[in-house]
């Protein structure tokens, strides 16, 4: 990669994606993918270092495919970032809100902005994604059109930012995972981690309880916990789940003997220090 040092995410170039990947490694080249999977291809082709995954949005819930997708994807949770989604409402230079007839962004982000959609009585056009709008109006020309997304979304097609923060919910935060084709070397246990893993159990009366009681007894917070049949099967679920702690520090290691004596199958996706965005108030 002759010293460049690459993130792949996916979206369009100003995406919140990309804008998280600008903000947790700072100077290196973002790459933009059409979707998750080629995202993670990026990575095992070595077109890229790493991959900003989203996961998780507080007002949203989950990313659809992501857990589906990482269980295959070979490889490495190696970081953990989370991205303020500070809405924008765009339009090409000269407009004015005033002007603004029409506003086209992502399904998820519309359903974030109806508060200033009400206020201008704007007619909600959805798109593909958030810095997908952001193009097509710049493209466009037209001041009567307008797109929900990022400031750098803004930046990067020469839009003006008509007014900042139009999310309803001053709360809304996407979680990602930072994943690589090689883990970190271990880190010695200690606190202020977070560890991923998978595990499956059988379908049947109490499984799930038994397999997560050692959580409870040795007094490990699981933050995250993600079901979904096995290749069709009805016989077994598998879980990707997010606890706190470090697999060889005592609490976790006690908690984790006690899963794999329940579980069929345990795997360890990533071990990697917590972000100090869970310890804002």
């Not at 009585?121 to 710049?138: I, N």
């Not at 499956?200 to 309880?209: D, K, M, T």
Request: aromatic share 8%.
């Amino acid at each position: 990669m002759s010293g460049e040092r690459i993130i792949a995410f996916q979206g369009r170039p100003g995406a919140y994606s990309d804008l998280a990947c600008r903000q947790a490694r700072p100077g290196w080249t973002t790459l933009p993918c059409q979707t998750f999977a080629q995202t993670i291809a990026a990575v095992h082709d070595g077109q890229a270092e790493l991959a900003m995954l989203a996961c998780e949005n507080s007002l949203a819930g989950r990313v659809p495919d992501i857990h589906a997708l990482l269980p295959e994807a070979g490889l490495f949770i190696v970081g953990e970032h989370f991205q303020r989604v500070e809405h924008c409402l765009l339009g090409i230079a000269g407009s004015t809100l005033a002007d603004a007839r029409r506003v086209h962004t992502h399904p998820v982000a519309m359903a974030q902005v109806r508060g200033i959609i009400g206020e201008l009585g704007l007619d909600p056009v959805v798109e593909f994604d958030t810095a997908g709008a952001a193009e097509m109006v710049r493209k466009w020309g037209r001041k009567e059109d307008v797109a929900v997304a990022s400031s750098l979304a803004a930046e990067l097609n020469g839009l003006e930012i008509l007014r900042r923060n139009v999310e309803d919910a001053a709360h809304n935060t996407t979680r990602f995972y930072i994943a690589s084709r090689r883990p970190d070397t271990l880190p010695p246990a200690g606190p202020g981690f977070m560890t991923t893993l998978l595990f499956r159990v059988n379908n049947q009366p109490g499984a799930l309880y038994k397999a997560l009681g050692g959580l409870a007894t040795a007094g490990v917070n699981m933050t995250r916990l993600e079901s979904y049949m096995l290749e069709g099967s009805f016989s077994a679920t598998q879980f990707l789940m997010d606890v706190e702690g470090h697999p060889e520090a005592p609490p976790l290691a006690r908690a984790l003997d006690e899963l794999s004596f329940f579980s069929e199958q345990q795997e360890i996706l990533g071990v990697y220090p917590a972000s100090p965005f869970r310890h804002t108030p």
